[in-house]
């Protein structure tokens, strides 16, 4: 099979929003390569099939082809995630400062609560608010009628908007209750943890049963914060080192030990940012190592 430039050229400028789209659909990087393959071989079997009529708009003809790629392999997802040990968390993507206009729409948190919708919702939910596709734009993609989207976007915000209401974080603040937790989290502080997060804080983290990590969401501010001063203490002698990066669109902590990431920690402020209420913990080695160096 010979792919002229064009069409390689094509599905490189492409790349990245296929990428985007995907990855907010399975939250998994190894995943989300593993769809922009099987999209890649399809594009390049289309483009090079014998008398074959040019393709009038790429990117559509890519979206469309990705998306419904990605739900496709949902069912053997959704098997693995099944037998996963511990909480599951999305794998951690350094996206730098510079990220798109919504970066909520790949945070940490509203990853977690997308996790609760059907693939279907998921599709829908990320292609109008997060891409800001249109309800007949999605049907074509779908292969579903308009109003079966216009029902399906429904849901899906309502049951979004119930777990996750929608508001704005101060990036800025967001990064110094981040440096001080950390700082008191490895400096043993309880009292300053317990001032820091809200009495209903949860704690994920996410082992993978590769690393040492509870088993089940942790809940309650003296709960969360006993769990969090027990994992420092053990870490308090090594050679830790803390380094800030911008990860899923979130100001955050990535711990290192002798250059090696072995945690990536993000916090979910408060509606007011006066609190955490959410901590979202990846240390499973096979999740972080997109996290090594900046973007």
């Known amino acids: ?80 995630r099944e037998t996963y040990v511990g909480p599951w968390l999305p794998e951690p993507v350094v996206t730098g400062d510079d990220t798109a206009e919504r970066v909520e729409a790949v945070s940490m948190a509203l990853l977690v609560v997308l996790e609760t919708l059907t693939p279907l919702e998921r ?36 049951h979004v908007r119930a777990r996750r209401p929608r508001y704005s974080t101060d990036r800025r603040l967001q990064r110094r209750v981040t440096e001080r937790f950390i700082a008191a989290a ?33 809940r309650g501010r003296g709960n969360v914060a006993r769990v969090i001063a027990g994992v420092a203490a053990r870490r308090v002698a090594e050679d830790v080192d803390v380094r800030y990066r911008t990860v899923n669109g979130d100001p955050s902590a990535v711990l290192f030990d002798h250059d090696a990431p072995f945690a990536v920690m993000v916090l979910d402020l408060s509606e007011d940012g006066s609190t955490v209420a959410g901590v979202y913990t990846v240390l499973n080695p096979d999740k972080l190592n997109g996290v090594t160096e900046d973007p």
């Open 123 to 158: 599709a829908v939910f990320v292609l109008n608010e997060v891409f800001g596709y249109a309800h007949a734009e999605i049907a074509e993609i779908l292969e579903r009628s308009p109003s079966a989207v216009r029902q399906l976007a429904h849901r899906a915000r309502e």
């Open 1 to 80: 099979m010979t792919v002229d430039d064009t069409a390689v050229e094509a599905f490189a400028a492409h790349r990245e929003l296929l990428f985007s789209v995907v990855y907010n659909l399975l939250g998994s990087v190894a995943d989300t390569e593993d769809v922009l393959q099987d999209a890649w071989l399809a594009w390049a079997a289309r483009c090079s099939a014998p008398g074959a009529a040019e393709i009038g708009n790429p990117r559509a003809y890519l979206v469309r082809v990705a998306v419904n790629t990605a739900l496709a392999r949902q069912s053997s997802v959704h098997r693995r």
């Open 186 to 218: 490895l400096g043993g502080d309880l009292a300053a943890l317990l001032e820091l997060l809200a009495p209903d804080v949860v704690l994920w983290s996410d082992g993978g049963g590769k690393a040492r990590s509870a088993l089940r969401p942790v």
